[in-house]
């Protein structure tokens, strides 16, 4: 079955550092999207960035970058410079071809603090 | 475009009732998507509604239960209400086509509260 775990619960920095979120997922499909959400203080969860299983090519946006690897099955995520308003949840997700892409599973999520 | 709406955002509701949710999705999306946010569980699938059927379910009793109308507006209920279904009900749409990835489009939530 399709497993994803974020083994950070709390990350606490100082504005200005990079930090890097961390995911491992599990799934026996060969073909698959992964996704970082986050999830401010309202609950509205936020799109951040989407990956599919044959593209590896690791890439930077604007702050944000990540760092897909298929041999380690890891899919982590990396923000740069963090500001106060980066403090949220983030959620790393996996979504499968075999349920035709409909299904999102997550991992617990990571809590990040941001202080000024 | 308007985003995905939830109503209500906030419940309060007492052990053996029953609730009901609902969802609006983006204008054009036929896909709705139900998922349950617990601080035990974290973020769990509930049920995914397509053209008005059910085309995938996650791993809930059969007291969670869900329909979609004809204009793709969808409605969550939860009979029986337990303590431990107090939750974040967040729904997301997409466009549901199946031609590969559809992003899904998160709304708000209804925070659900059972006492």
Redesign the interface.
């Known amino acids: 079955a399709q497993k994803v775990t974020q083994a950070q619960t709390e990350i606490s920095v100082v504005e200005k550092e990079d930090v890097t979120l961390d995911c491992v997922y599990e799934t026996r499909d060969t073909t698959y ?1 992964l996704f970082w959400y986050k999830q401010p203080p ?6 951040l960035i ?1 990956r ?1 299983s044959f593209d590896e090519q690791n890439e930077i946006s604007g702050r944000y970058s990540w760092n897909f690897q298929k041999s380690t099955s890891s899919f982590n995520f990396t923000i740069t410079a963090s500001q106060v308003v980066d403090s949220a949840v983030y ?1 790393c997700a996996l ?1 499968e071809s075999n ?11 990571t809590m990040l603090l941001v202080s000024p | 475009k308007a985003g995905v709406t939830q109503t209500p955002r906030y419940l309060i509701k007492t052990r053996g009732q029953q609730v009901t949710l609902s969802c609006s999705p983006i204008s054009g999306h036929r896909s709705v998507s139900w998922y349950q946010q617990t601080p035990g569980q974290g973020l769990q699938f509930l049920f995914e509604y397509f053209s008005e059927t059910q085309r995938n379910k996650g791993n809930f009793p059969g007291r969670f239960s869900g329909r979609q109308f004809s204009n793709s507006r969808s409605e969550m209920n939860v009979s029986t209400l337990e303590l431990g279904d107090s939750a974040l009900y967040l729904c997301a749409s997409s466009t549901g086509t199946g031609q590969g990835y559809n992003e899904q489009f998160f709304g708000p939530g209804t925070r659900l509260t059972v006492l």
């Open positions: 999207y309202s609950g509205e969860l936020v799109f989407r599919n959620f979504s349920s035709g892409y409909s299904t999102l599973t997550f991992g617990k999520g």
